[in-house]
């Protein structure tokens, strides 16, 4: 995706290769839209909402250079009335005749529509691929051809799925590379994945790794104290394993509450642990029952191009959580669910995710996300909620916050770690139209005193448009044990302002305690 908050490019006369993404039928359609990009047809999807909570539409394809030409329809063909096109910052303008807009994109990018008052439709568009493997072929395990011959949709194919991934490391092994798996179009019921090193996994366009909840398929890594649940990881690294990917631009996915109901065993998507050199391109991620993708005590680790959609009422779960690793970068990439879409979190051996997971607790550096975009009913951007460990060098960079209760924040509520060098750099937050803890507004930088007290220190945001302040003052929030240090405030422009803010007065940052000086700069 090109970076978020880049300027629109010139339009080009050429008009782009698609690749339409083949919804399967499991996926039930949208109720409100039609989408066709270049007069081609792009299958919308409708993800509801929890427990009454509000839901969204999906439709997703990839293109290559030149324009995309794509059009919005109400289905019931009433006239739009109104519309807005998201990052706004991409100054995306259409024309509406009738019940369709129209609009022309330069480049892949992740958007959200709104209409009238119909869902918002999210539209993700990918780069195309560029590392799209044979079907066949030396090192190649294609799931469906001899000696797996999976079936999809008869039935759990967990045993064949892993003897491939098996067979492809071993391959990757013995040829200093990495074997891959190859997973053509269909949904594959499977129970837990385990990747060793030197395996590559590919997911076709219309392939679905698809988690069912029955606890017999399934084995128990954790339970989740604050929802009282037992919690699996989906798909996990081996131990000590290094040089696994899992890439191509098909779906795992948590089936959402459907799967809690067989045995309210809840569902970690991806956990990347005590891995190095690992990598996610492409792929999209849905419905997770908790934390969907825990990159958790490892290493040289990239994600892009990566789609989060969960649902909104779920509760808990949050998109991409960093824990414990180094050397990580998350780019281009869409979060949404209720919970965090992108956050940092350092725990110890005594919390429940890690009573049963052999080691030490380590410190987080070198944490990078940019190029993304949240919406979420918790924080935009974050870290903490745990600092049981020091975290430093947190950086995000080029985001959009779409709609969020916080836009910017750093919560240090439990631990005694340090939270150092946490820069915000160039951050559009759009909206802020829901509450969390009491909070409604684009900042909150704040201490508690739970398992402990730790500083806050060194927190940098630059080059920032609040269009939405909120409700609810910005904080900054010590303890007096643990003063908040050395923020500093570069160009924020709040909103209706096209000169950057001189005075915390007028950033709305006015619940102040227990912090040191501010820098404000223009």
């Known amino acids: 995706m090109a970076a978020v908050l880049l300027v629109p490019q010139a339009a080009s006369a050429a008009v782009a290769n698609t690749s339409i993404y083949p919804v399967q039928s499991i996926y039930p359609l949208s109720a409100d839209y039609r989408l066709t990009v270049n007069g081609r047809e792009v299958p919308v999807q409708r993800n509801a909402g929890y427990n009454g909570y509000q839901s969204y539409d999906t439709a997703q394809f990839a293109m290559g250079d030149g324009d995309a030409v794509l059009a919005v ?16 910052n991409l100054g995306i303008t259409g024309s509406v005749s009738g019940p369709t807009l129209t609009f022309t ?7 959200i529509v709104k209409v009238d008052g119909r869902p918002d439709l999210v539209i993700a568009i990918d780069p195309g691929e560029s590392n799209r493997p044979p079907a066949a072929g030396t ?20 045993t064949p799925f892993q003897k491939a991934l098996d067979d492809a490391a071993a391959w990757g092994s013995a040829h200093g590379g990495q074997g ?37 398929h399934y084995a128990v890594h954790w339970h989740k104290e604050s929802q009282d649940r037992d919690m699996t990881w989906f798909i996990s690294t081996r131990y000590s394993s290094s040089n696994i990917s899992i890439h191509g631009r098909g779906v795992i996915d948590g089936n959402g509450a459907a799967t809690l109901r067989p045995g309210n065993l809840g569902v970690n998507l991806l956990t990347p642990i005590y891995t190095d050199g690992f990598s996610v391109d492409g792929v999209t991620f849905r419905e997770s029952s908790s934390w969907a993708v825990m990159p ?19 509760g808990e779960n949050d998109g991409i959580d960093v824990m414990e690793s180094s050397g990580v970068l998350v780019s281009n990439a869409i979060g949404i669910g209720h919970d965090d879409p992108f956050s940092t979190k350092t725990w110890d051996s005594t919390v429940d995710l890690f009573r049963s997971v052999p080691g030490d607790p380590r410190p987080l550096s070198g944490v990078t996300f940019e ?12 870290v903490g909620q745990g600092v049981l460990q020091d975290q430093d060098a947190v950086t995000f960079r080029r985001a959009v916050v779409y709609d969020a209760a916080v836009g910017i924040g750093v919560h240090h509520k439990y631990g005694s770690g340090t939270a150092s060098r946490i820069r915000f750099e160039d951050i559009d937050v759009e909206r802020l139209s829901y509450s969390n803890d009491g909070n409604r507004t684009w900042l909150a930088l704040w201490t508690g005193n739970t398992v402990g007290v730790g500083p806050i220190t060194g927190v940098t945001v630059t080059n920032a448009r609040i269009r939405d302040a909120g409700t609810t003052a910005a904080r900054i929030n010590g303890q007096p044990s643990a003063v908040i240090t050395g923020v500093t405030l570069d160009r924020v422009y709040m909103p209706g302002s096209s000169t950057p803010a001189t005075t915390l007065a007028q950033m709305n940052i006015t619940n102040l305690s ?4 501010v820098i404000v700069t223009g």
């Open 73 to 88: 329809t109400k289905i019931n063909n009433t006239n739009i009335g109104s519309y807005t096109i998201s990052p706004r």
């Open 105 to 111: 994109v330069h480049d892949d990018a992740y958007l």
């Open 139 to 158: 090192g190649i395990f294609n799931v469906r051809n001899a000696p797996y011959s999976v079936d999809p949709g008869n039935g759990y194919a967990t």
């Open 180 to 216: 891959t798996v190859y997973v053509p179009p269909g949904v594959y019921d499977l129970g837990n994945l385990y990747l060793r090193s030197d395996v590559a996994l590919y997911l076709e366009q219309g392939a679905v790794l698809r988690y069912t909840g029955e606890r017999a």
């Open 296 to 314: 958790t005590r490892s290493s040289n680790m990239t994600f892009s191009n990566m789609k989060i959609f969960n649902r909104f009422g779920m």
């Open 371 to 382: 190029d993304t975009m949240s919406w979420t009913f918790c924080y935009g951007l974050k």
């Open 514 to 517: 227990d912090y040191g000086p």
